[in-house]
C-alpha cells in the first residue's frame, strides 16, 4: 500500500494549532503516513516568521498547505465573534478543500478535522472519504459542552444570574462540582446568544465521525472520559500531545508560536532563585482591561513575589511597570519557561494548552478564566485536581495577592505535591506501555483500517 495521505484541518488560532500540528508529527514521525496540514495564509506566514516549524517540518512528509482566507478570521481579541469566525473560515476554505479531496494525482486517505468545523466533515463526506474529529479542550469541558441541551430540556439552563454559586444538579457526572459560575461564559447570557447556539450546534455533530481525539489523558480525567465514551464510544485519549511529542521524537524542541518568542527571559529567569518567580499569561485570545491589569500587578507586588509577565501588543491593557522583581515580555517561550526551576506558580487564563503545559511542569496555578473552556478548566485545577486556585469573577488586588500567597507560601507544599505527581502521571501515559502512548497506536490502526477499507 502507497503512503496514506492525511489530511488535518485546525482552527486558525494559537491553541488550535499547536495541539493539532502536534498531533500532525507524531503521526509523520511514527508511521509512514503523509500529512497535508491546512492553515490560512497568514497563519503560515506567521508560523514560518516566528516558529520552527517550517524547518523542522522538512524534515517529515508533512506539508503546511497554506488557503485563502475572508476578513474575519484573524481572531482580534475583544471583537471576536465564534459565529462571524467561522462562517468566513467555511466559505473561504471550502473551495481549496473540495479541490484536495477532488485531486486524483494526490487523493487523500483520511481527514482529521478540529471537531468545531463541521463545514469540513460535510464536505469530506461529500467526497466519501472518512473523517475523525479532534477537540483541542479538556474532555471536562467538552463534557459540559455536550451536555447543554440536556440543561435546557431539564430546565437547569438558562439561569438567572443573581446566584452563580448554585450547584448544577443535571450535569452527569459533575453534580455538586460545577456550580453557574462554572460554565462556559455563554450560559450567562441565554439560550439565544450566538455563541452559545454555534457551539451547540458544532458539539452535537460529535458522534458522527469515525471518532474524536481528545488532547488529554486517562489518569486526568477518567471519569469524564467514561461518560464521553457512553456517547461517543471511539474516543482517543493521546495526550499530553507536546509531551507526547517529545517522548516519541526524543528530545525535539517544537515552537509553533504565530508571535516572535523573547528567549532573553530565560536568561532573567536564570539569575532568579528556584521556585521564585509567578509566570503570568493570558494566552492568545484573551483581552485583559486595563483596571484588571491594575488590580492584578498590585496584587502581584503587594504578594513580594516576583514576575514573568507575558502583555501581547495586541491584547488592551496597559504599559506595566516591571521595576526589580518583576519581567514583560511580548510573547514567552511558554514551554521553556513552565520548564525552568525559577518558575513556582503560573497565573493564567487556563486555556487547555496552557494548563496541560503547567501540568506537564508541575507548576502550581492561579486560575483567572475569562470564557469558553476556560471556566470549566479552572474549576477542575482547583476543586478537583487540587493544583492550583480558581478566582474567577473576583479579580482584585486582595484576592490576586491571598491566592499568589496560598500558592507559592501558606500551601505551596500540597499544592506542589499534586502538582508533582500529576506531572509523573502525564509522564507516564506518554511512554511505552501508557494510556495515551496506546491511544495513539490504536489510533494509527484505526486510520489504516477505515483507509483500506474505503
Ligand atoms: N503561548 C506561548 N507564549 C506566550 C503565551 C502563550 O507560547 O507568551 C502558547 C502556550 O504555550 C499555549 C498557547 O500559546 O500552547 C495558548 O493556548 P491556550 O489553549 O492555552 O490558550 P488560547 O490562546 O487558545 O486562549
Known sequence: MSKLHILIFPAPSQGHITSMLNLAELLCATTSFRVTFLVPAYIHRRLSQ????????????????????????????????????LDSLSSTAQPSLREL??????????????????????????????????????????????????????????????????????????????????????????????????????????????????NTFDHLEAPTLDLIRTRIPNLYAVGPLHAHLKTRLTGNSSSTSLWEEDKTCLKWLDDQPENSVFYVSFGSIVRVTAEAQTELWHGLVNSGKRFLWVVRTDSGGMEIADGGRGRVVGWAPQEAVLAHPAVGGFVTHCGWNSTLESVVAGVPMVCWPHFGDQQVNSRFVDGVWGIGRDMKDHCDRVVVEKMVRDVMEDRSCEFQRRARDLAKAARESVVEGGTSYYDLDRLIQDIRDVCSAA
Open 50 to 85: 516566528h516558529s520552527n516549524a517550517t524547518s523542522r517540518l522538512n524534515h517529515l512528509p508533512l506539508r503546511l498547505h497554506p488557503i485563502p482566507h475572508g476578513p474575519h478570521e484573524d481572531i482580534r481579541p475583544g471583537s471576536f465573534d465564534v459565529k462571524d469566525w
Open 101 to 214: 479531496l477532488a485531486d486524483d494525482e494526490d487523493p487523500i486517505d483520511c481527514v482529521i478535522s478540529d471537531g468545531i468545523l463541521s463545514f469540513v466533515l460535510e464536505t469530506a463526506e461529500e467526497a466519501g472519504v472518512p473523517v475523525f474529529y479532534m477537540r483541542t479542550l479538556s474532555a471536562c469541558a467538552f463534557w459540559v459542552y455536550f451536555c447543554l441541551p440536556h440543561l435546557i430540556q431539564s430546565q437547569e439552563l438558562p439561569f438567572d444570574c443573581d446566584d452563580l454559586d448554585l450547584t448544577m444538579v443535571n450535569l452527569r457526572g459533575m453534580e455538586g462540582v460545577l456550580r453557574r459560575r462554572d460554565l462556559p461564559r455563554c450560559c450567562r447570557h441565554g439560550l439565544d446568544s450566538r455563541t452559545m447556539q454555534t457551539i451547540m450546534h458544532q458539539t452535537l455533530q460529535t458522534p458522527r465521525p469515525r471518532g474524536l481525539i481528545l
